[in-house]
């Protein structure tokens, strides 16, 4: 069992940045098969990729809509993963939720993914 847990949401303008974080829990966690991602949910909408990260290796991938903006990171020592945002627009406005999966193979694949945390909400005002 995993459990993932969001901070760091909130309320912001076009232009400016955001830090998400996440926490991940669990004996089940493997550092050396597992990758985290970060997905995105506005409402009325479908859950969309948004970055991820394998956790062994540090390769990451990004959403063509948020390429060159949004850097994602983890911690190892701490079993954090860490979402820049900067240069917010209206449209990055959602929940924005941490999941984690073993063996992902494809990472923009919500099937691929296991545990998932409760989510924090970003709204950015233009």
């Known amino acids: 069992q995993v459990q993932l847990v969001e901070s760091g949401g909130g309320l912001v303008q076009a232009g400016d940045s955001l830090r998400l974080n996440c926490e991940v829990f669990?004996?089940?966690?493997?550092?050396?098969?597992?990758?985290v991602g970060w997905f995105r949910q506005a409402p009325g909408k479908e859950r969309e990729f948004v970055a991820a990260i394998r956790w062994y290796s540090g390769t990451t991938d990004y959403a063509e809509s948020v390429k060159g903006r949004f850097t994602i990171s983890r911690d190892n020592a701490k079993l954090t993963v860490d979402l820049q945002m900067n240069s917010l627009k209206a449209e990055d406005t959602a929940m924005y939720f941490c999941?984690?999966?073993?063996?992902?193979?494809?990472?923009?694949?919500?099937?691929?993914?296991?545990?998932w945390g409760q989510g924090t909400q970003v709204t950015v005002s233009s």
């Open positions: 669990g004996r089940t966690f493997n550092r050396y098969r597992n990758t």
């Open positions: 999941e984690t999966g073993r063996n992902v193979i494809t990472t923009m694949s919500a099937s691929e993914y296991d545990y």
